[in-house]
């Protein structure tokens, strides 16, 4: 008898064509197909009732509910069978259920040769019956495994697979040695298909030069470079040459062991008696040793925190699995087996991590920086500086901190509960809005002008040789600084000086001062030779230049009595770029270091000035915050939820729609600003409904050309809405250089930015005094910028930090500890929503592809 294969309403059908024959009974192989799910392999043992692991045990199995139901074919406009990529499942299921019946006649065959051992008289009528059986049985799986004109024969497929494997093996990078693997599988399939049986028949050689072949890749392992899979060349040559070894070592081992189940029929029928199923230890090995080397070409990154780290993992851990699966000899394995080789994932991951040029994600094992340095504003509420140990990111508390996500509905496929999230906090002075006062000016100095003692000091400084005696008779004073009085030289007096030696003069009166200092300096020096007579800036945060008293800008200071100007205090543990990116001194130090006045810029500030965003790219992140929380009220002009951003250049924000909705909205300079308004230069996604739960949010610009679609708006890896837009070019704003082009989260604080608030200015940043809220809370995770349009699947919605470093392609592996393991994914019929169990009363259909 003939079995098919289907499934039918969440079960495996098994149904014969011709049901009057004696065999096997439709519901051993229905409980096969459910124990070869529980193992993990397509082998089971035969206990006399069902083929499972367990000797004692067989599943109680719900009958079909039509068992004549087969696949269902699609067929071109030709009437050639063709597959849509999602019935690829349905070929493997295919395979599957072809080796589950060729395995199960197999084991029948092995039955009756056992018995037909036991007889003496092969003339006897018992023999005779058992010859009789054991041919028919041959005749079946011969019809099953090589039968040209059955599509579901298990050679049909192999050929089909062999064929395709053959077409992908020519790929102009890889070495010949892949194509003579591919050569020499197309021939064994052939040769499982065309062999006669009888004397003449060689079905050694096919699979030994399989072997062979299998043996010869050095050339193509010793060019893989695990090191630089960052570069696009590197990496597409590695997942040429893993995808090209790995599906020829998987396809070596199908087609053997379709050779061996044909051999062993030619040898019941000629031989019987002397039948056995050859065996394929030798290129089981062989396999097994390739895998092996390419997983050796593919170590470990020792540090996993590297750029580079994940796409390393990916293909190590995937090879290190297909490897181990691939015993040196044959053998039931308990257990599920491992995750098979997704080269799809790790490509989606070159994807997302080649081009990414910016990523703030806090992970688990990155905290805040130690050495807080603390700040005290006019309003007396302490500041401090935090910065992540690495030095990338800055952030002032209490507008923003790092929080524990905690376990409360919290994935731990996506996240660690102990994972870090930046927390934005909506400041409050006294019920007032915080205007991002970081620290106080200090007052200047009660005496602010020079004491005696100082003015002592710097005489100390002026020409100390004596106008003696020897110029006594002479006329003019030899000693330079020295002026003829009567009889006897004498030194000129502080602001006085003499240049002939015969007069004194009084200095000149050259020295400008600021309009809020009119009286501002001393001259200090005594016998001084010419008319640049030196002086001292008096007052508090005035220095010396030219001959001028200038005032200290901001962030400077200069103390009383002193003309050196010095930069103002900064904390010891941040480097002066990245604490200048985060805030902005707004006085003068008053005459101390700790003096000059500072203000929050951004609530927290990325070190290094960004390079311009052009298309194509992504900007991505994860966020959560009510709608109630993000600025709405108190002005007619919109109000955003600035998200992330590069000031002044473009950002990514929310806006609510109302107490249960908001739009995704986005800037470009280059790409939506406009002349005409600000409310029109920026744009928003259709309405979303938004709740207070954490959720990916993604703003995918593919070009400046707005002939179709360019700006493209996602939420959790889906597609929300997409526009086109195009900018008119703009001269910037005229932004202060330490704040410009650089990368931050959450709103900048508009107080220090009038110039791009000015009349005529289009970029959409809006605030007005009657409403002065400028920083909101919410929580946001996981920020990335990349220089490619990344779809869904390559975004952090499903890849996220966790998954990265694990490398593990959620949700078809799922992670346990730090290793990833495949998940039964059903389909949606008779499944539970999120397809990993199946309904009441229906259960898994076993030994389908992983």
């Not at 023999?127 to 005749?139: D, G, I, M, V």
């Not at 087609?255 to 051999?263: D, T, W, Y």
């Not at 708006?713 to 008119?728: C, I, K, P």
Request: charged letters at 20%.
């Amino acid at each position: 008898s003939i079995l098919r294969a289907s499934v039918q309403d969440g079960h495996l059908c098994a149904t014969r064509v011709d049901a009057s024959a004696d065999g096997v009974s439709r519901r051993q192989y229905e409980d096969s197909w459910i124990n070869v799910q529980k193992s993990g392999l397509l082998e089971a043992v035969f206990n006399g009732t069902c083929f499972t692991k367990s000797a004692d045990a067989c599943e109680n199995y719900q009958q079909c509910q039509d068992s004549e139901a087969e696949y269902p074919e699609q067929r071109d406009a030709s009437g050639i069978l063709s597959f849509k990529p999602e019935d690829q499942a349905q070929e493997g299921l295919r395979w599957a259920s072809g080796v589950a019946a060729a395995e199960a006649w197999q084991l029948e065959e092995e039955e009756l040769l056992r018995q037909l051992e036991g007889f003496p008289d092969d003339d006897s009528d018992s023999a005779n019956y058992l010859r009789k059986a054991l041919t028919e049985a041959s005749n079946n799986v011969g019809f099953a495994l090589q039968d040209a004109s059955n599509s579901y024969a298990l050679s049909a497929i192999a050929a089909s697979r062999a064929s395709s494997f053959d077409l992908a093996s020519q790929a102009a990078e890889l070495p010949q040695s892949v194509r003579e693997l591919a050569t020499a599988i197309e021939g064994l399939v052939v040769a499982v298909a065309t062999q006669p049986c009888g004397a003449s028949s060689d079905w050694a050689t096919p699979r030994e030069q399989v072997t062979a072949k299998l043996t010869s890749h050095e050339i193509a392992i010793n060019a893989i470079n695990a090191s630089g899979l960052l570069h696009w060349d590197t990496f597409s040559y590695a997942r040429q040459a893993v995808e090209a070894l790995t599906v020829g070592a998987a396809l070596g081992l199908q087609a053997g062991a379709l050779s061996a189940f044909a051999e062993f029929q030619c040898m019941v029928r000629t031989a019987p008696r002397a039948a056995a199923m050859p065996d394929l230890d030798s290129l089981q090995a062989a396999a097994g040793q390739l895998l092996e080397d390419l997983h050796a070409a593919f170590p470990m990154p020792t540090d996993g925190a590297a750029v580079a780290a994940p796409l390393q993992r990916c293909f190590s851990e995937r090879l290190g699995s297909a490897a181990g699966s691939v015993a040196s000899a044959a053998s039931y394995v308990d257990g599920s087996v491992p995750a098979l080789l997704s080269l799809d994932f790790c490509s989606r991951l070159y994807v997302a991590t080649a081009d990414q040029v910016i990523a703030i994600s806090p992970y688990t094992e990155a905290g805040p920086a130690a050495n807080a340095k603390t700040f005290l504003p006019s309003s007396g509420q302490q500041r401090l500086l935090y910065a992540d140990a690495a030095g990338q990111f800055a952030f002032m508390s209490p507008y923003v901190g790092l929080a524990d996500r905690g376990i409360e509905g919290v994935d731990t496929n996506a996240f660690a509960s102990a994972d870090k999230v930046i927390r934005l906090h909506d400041v409050q002075v006294h019920g007032s809005p915080d205007d991002g006062s970081v620290h106080a000016a200090a007052s200047m100095p009660a005496e602010n002008w020079c004491t005696d003692d100082e003015l002592y000091a710097l005489e100390d400084t002026s020409p100390s040789e004596n106008c003696d005696g020897r110029d006594a008779m002479m006329s003019p004073c030899q000693v330079k600084g020295c002026w003829r009085e009567s009889t006897r030289c004498s030194k000129a007096r502080v602001g006085w000086f003499t240049a002939d030696g015969a007069t004194e003069e009084e200095c000149p009166a050259d020295v400008s001062c600021p309009a809020e200092f009119p009286a501002c300096y001393l001259y200090y020096a005594f016998q001084w030779p010419n008319s640049s007579c030196p002086f001292i800036c008096e007052q508090a945060d005035l220095f010396q230049s030219d001959r001028r008293c200038r005032i200290a800008p901001e962030g400077y200071y200069s103390p009383r009595c002193n003309n050196k100007i010095l930069p103002c205090e900064m904390p010891e543990d941040v480097s002066q770029e990245l604490f200048l990116a985060l805030t902005r001194f707004t006085t003068s130090g008053r005459g101390e270091p700790s003096g000059c006045a500072a203000q929050l810029a951004f609530p927290l500030a990325r070190a290094g000035h960004v390079d311009p965003l052009e298309p194509p790219f992504t900007v991505e992140l994860w966020v959560k915050i009510a709608p109630d929380d993000m600025p709405h009220a108190g002005v007619d002009a919109p109000r955003l939820a600035i998200l992330t951003g590069t000031f002044p250049r473009w950002f990514v924000a929310l806006r609510r729609a109302s107490t249960s909705s908001a739009h995704l909205c986005f800037y470009h300079e280059g790409i939506t600003r406009a002349v005409s308004s600000r409310q029109d230069s920026f744009v928003c996604s259709e309405v979303l409904s938004w709740s207070e739960a954490w959720r990916h949010v993604a703003v995918v610009v593919t070009s400046k050309d707005h002939i179709k679609p360019n700006v493209h708006f996602y939420s959790n890896g889906e597609l929300v809405s997409s526009a086109s837009r195009a900018a008119v070019p703009v001269s910037a704003p005229d932004v202060h250089p330490d704040q410009l082009d650089i990368f931050h989260i959450g709103a900048p604080n508009l107080r220090l930015f009038p110039e791009v608030l000015v009349a005529g200015r289009t970029e959409p940043y809006f605030f007005d005094a009657a409403d002065t809220q400028t920083f909101f809370s919410a929580e946001v995770d996981e920020v990335r910028v990349s220089r490619s349009a990344l779809q869904g699947m390559a975004q952090g919605a499903f890849l996220t930090e966790l998954r990265r470093r694990a490398a593990c392609d959620v949700p078809f592996e799922r992670l346990e500890g730090s290793t990833c393991r495949p998940v039964a994914r059903f389909t949606l019929a008779h499944a539970e929503p999120d397809q990993s169990s199946c309904q009441d009363d229906f259960e898994p259909c076993g030994a389908g592809p992983e």
